[in-house]
């Protein structure tokens, strides 16, 4: 774990912030059986702008880092806009918005959340795990400056870190939808199908919406997923999945648990899931940077270009940021923004 900055991290308040309308959206209902009016007397009831700052072992870029969470700047759930990261969420108390920038890669991270926050702890642990800001990459580096070929890869690494999505069954949405598909297509389903099952809440100029809760996913009827554009077999899956999250079938904390191998034998157990998918829910979702998903295209072709098959295997345990590696470089040769700056 990385040793944190002077200081540490820190939270406070801020005062009340405005949105491009002059008010804050009203917060949404949270999960199935809310009470009416429950969201509303919250929203009443919370407290302005809250306040994070977030340290790390430097150097760490937030926009490098999102642009890789997001897969492309299409992302409907992880929003970059105005070189900020922003994303709303719905609980049962109601509606978070968060507003997260860096000045540069050796300043600490700003977090600014509001709606109906409640105890800051939760979301630091949140924003801390997405963004991958504890987890110590000396040691890749290290094994990845010994293969030329990764070693000049590795200024296109600057200040990234494995991000992890941020729900157990967000992470099946965003992993089953893009089986055997291209990026821009599995984006596009993945964006009609948060269209149709939660509400836009315009930021800044940002429109966002809050990735559906499991329940919802799994209570879905599958015509919404296949007007999504995913196929019956998705959707099937994907349904499955939710409610198996929903109703404690598939245990978070038993799955963080068990060993890595152990970790993808049993996510290969859920219907739809097979080993590309259960590996990159155990790399995407559980961190595991041990793991690189059999069977990725993309990640084949590239391993090819460089001439360099057997590079998998020589990382031993850090075969995973190999796959995020392979991914930063196919970014970079499409011009992502994060990349070119």
């Known amino acids: 774990m990385h040793p944190l900055l002077p200081g540490g991290d820190e939270e406070g308040r801020l005062p009340q912030v405005r949105g491009s309308a002059g008010r804050l959206p009203p917060p949404l209902g949270g999960a199935r059986g809310d009470a009416p009016g ?9 407290p302005g702008v809250r306040r994070l700052t977030l340290a790390f072992a430097p150097p760490f870029r937030l926009d490098r880092t999102v642009a890789i969470l997001q ?12 070189d900020v990261y922003l994303r709303a969420f719905d609980g049962p108390e109601g509606r978070v918005v968060w507003r997260v920038t860096q000045a540069d890669a050796r300043s600490p991270v700003l977090v600014e959340l509001s709606g109906a926050v409640g105890p800051l702890a939760p979301w630091r642990a949140r924003l801390r795990r997405m963004l991958g800001l504890d987890v110590d990459l000396a040691p890749f580096l290290a094994a990845a400056r010994r293969f ?25 949405a965003a992993v089953v939808l893009f089986q055997q598909v291209s990026l ?29 809760s499991a329940d919802r996913l799994a209570d879905a009827p599958e015509a919404v997923f296949r007007a999504a554009g995913a196929s019956g077999a998705k959707a099937r899956a994907l349904r499955g999945a939710a409610a198996a999250v929903a109703g404690g079938a598939l245990s978070e904390e038993a799955l963080a648990a068990l060993p890595s191998e152990a970790l993808v034998l049993r996510l290969r157990e859920v219907p739809g899931v097979g080993p590309w998918t259960a590996s990159l829910l155990a790399l ?19 391993l090819g270009e460089l001439g360099s098959a057997r590079l998998v295997e020589s990382l031993g345990p850090w075969r995973g940021m190999l796959y995020y590696l ?12 994060a990349w070119l700056r």
């Open 38 to 46: 429950r969201a509303s007397r919250a929203a009443a009831a919370a």
């Open 148 to 172: 030329a070929p990764l070693a000049a890869l590795l200024p296109l690494a600057e200040g990234i870190r494995p991000p992890r999505f941020s729900a157990l069954h967000e992470a099946f």
């Open 284 to 302: 995407r979702y559980f961190g595991r940077l041990d793991v690189f998903p059999p069977g990725d295209v993309a990640a084949a072709k590239a």
């Open 326 to 337: 392979l991914f930063v470089r196919r970014m970079a040769r499409a011009g992502v923004p």
């Open 71 to 82: 897969r492309l700047a299409t992302n409907p759930v992880d929003v970059w806009s105005s």
């Open 184 to 212: 821009a297509s599995a984006v596009a389903t993945l964006r009609r199908l948060v269209a149709a099952l939660s509400p836009a809440v315009t930021v800044a100029g940002a429109e966002l919406r809050a990735f559906p």
